[in-house]
């Protein structure tokens, strides 16, 4: 079964990237946007009809913390979304910025200060940037970018890491490596209580996936180049899927084709399952109370067949109202609601006749949804409005 979102996914993001190369890395092959996230994120959203564009700089949180924030990046097939010679940050109108620490910090806490007589810990250093990003755009969402550690403790030997290896790696990857983004990640929303902080779990996604038949047979020199580890370009191709649905809170097209002369044919061949896959993951990456880690808007679901509501007849107008909206249709058996992108229902729509009315007038002016559901099957059905 394929999945959608439908209502409450983005469609034009710009995002500023702090980050390194486990995001964007300059390698010696002869197309290098081929080993960057962002490259194949714009592939993927141009097929989609989606907008991307962004900017970056390189750096550890040490230097970002700095302040000293510019464009630094340009990328083969991005579009730029600053031009530093004539723009100011707030000027470019961002969406959001993606943030990343080191991999290899994670040897002691992330609120502990880094050694060497520092007065400040990872999770300091990036409260100096998102204040000063909240100060410049105080709607921006945050995206903490969950990479892989390096793999040369575990590399006894030249790469690749023998099958004990490997496994020791991922345990450790799935493990303390993740529980230290989890503490980092849990400090963050709580010093941003009025800011949406995403954590985009890229690493253990990757490392579930590839412990799964049948990607646990690629050659692992086929995968990263050396044991820092820089990917090849399927690493990065996987990384802009999971950070795509993230962001956009769909997923990727389904109409995309991933270049099997360049991604790994087992993993361009199976480009729906891992789609699907990943999607589930994320799904299902929440806090304990339920709310995702993940989405900003936390995403209604809905698989395809569920478009067969539209069957019933039910329309409604207008779609952008600011007093009365009217809902039309065989209303019986289904439950109607009024909610906003945070889930909170407003109102519930008489489902006794063929039409009802709802007065949105006393609404804040925004982007609400109408929440259609099957009283038979709990299926989904899920409409955009603009409230004026």
Aim: net charge negative; charged share 15%; glycine share 8%.
């Amino acid at each position: 079964m394929s999945w959608s979102v439908i209502g409450m996914s983005q469609k034009n993001i710009k995002t500023h990237i702090f980050g390194h190369s486990l995001i964007n890395h300059v390698s010696s092959i002869p197309d290098p946007e081929l080993t960057t996230a962002p490259y194949w994120i714009s592939q993927m959203a141009n097929t989609a009809g989606n907008q991307y564009a962004m900017s970056g700089q390189w750096g550890q949180l040490m230097q970002h913390r700095d302040l000293n924030v510019q464009p630094n990046w340009g990328i083969t097939g991005v579009d730029g979304a600053w031009d530093g010679d004539t723009e100011t940050f707030p000027e470019v109108d961002f969406t959001g910025i993606i943030i990343m620490p080191s991999n290899f910090e994670q040897y002691q806490g992330p609120d502990i200060n880094y050694e060497g007589g520092f007065d400040y810990s990872p999770i300091d250093a990036t409260v100096d940037v998102f204040d000063w990003c909240v100060g410049q755009e105080p709607n921006i969402n945050f995206y903490i970018y969950e990479h892989w550690p390096e793999m040369s403790g575990f590399v006894g030997g030249s790469m690749p890491p023998s099958p004990q290896e490997w496994i020791d790696y991922n345990d450790y990857l799935s493990g303390d490596y993740h529980q230290w983004f989890i503490d980092y990640h849990d400090a963050l929303t709580a010093q941003f209580p009025n800011s949406c902080v995403s954590m985009i779990p890229v690493g253990p996604i990757i490392s579930k996936l590839l412990l799964m038949s049948p990607y646990d047979q690629i050659d692992i020199n086929d995968l990263y180049e050396d044991p820092d580890p820089h990917g090849r370009p399927t690493i990065y191709f996987l990384s802009a899927m999971i950070t795509y649905m993230a962001m956009y809170e769909e997923q990727t097209p389904s109409t995309y084709q991933p270049p099997s002369g360049i991604i790994l044919p087992v993993v361009a061949n199976h480009y729906s399952s891992i789609r699907d896959f990943i999607w589930t993951e994320l799904q299902d990456f929440n806090y304990t109370n339920g709310n995702s880690r993940s989405f900003c808007n936390a995403p209604v679901t809905t698989s395809t067949v569920d478009l067969t509501l539209r069957s019933s007849g039910i329309t409604f107008h207008p779609n952008v109202c600011d007093d009365i909206l009217i809902i039309q249709g065989e209303l019986a058996g289904f439950d109607i609601e009024i909610i906003d992108s945070l889930g909170q229902i407003h109102d519930t729509i008489d489902n006794t006749t063929t039409q009802s009315s709802y007065d949105i007038s006393g609404l804040p002016s925004g982007i609400y949804f109408l929440r259609i559901r099957n009283q038979t099957n709990n299926q989904l059905w899920i409409e955009n409005i603009v409230k004026m």
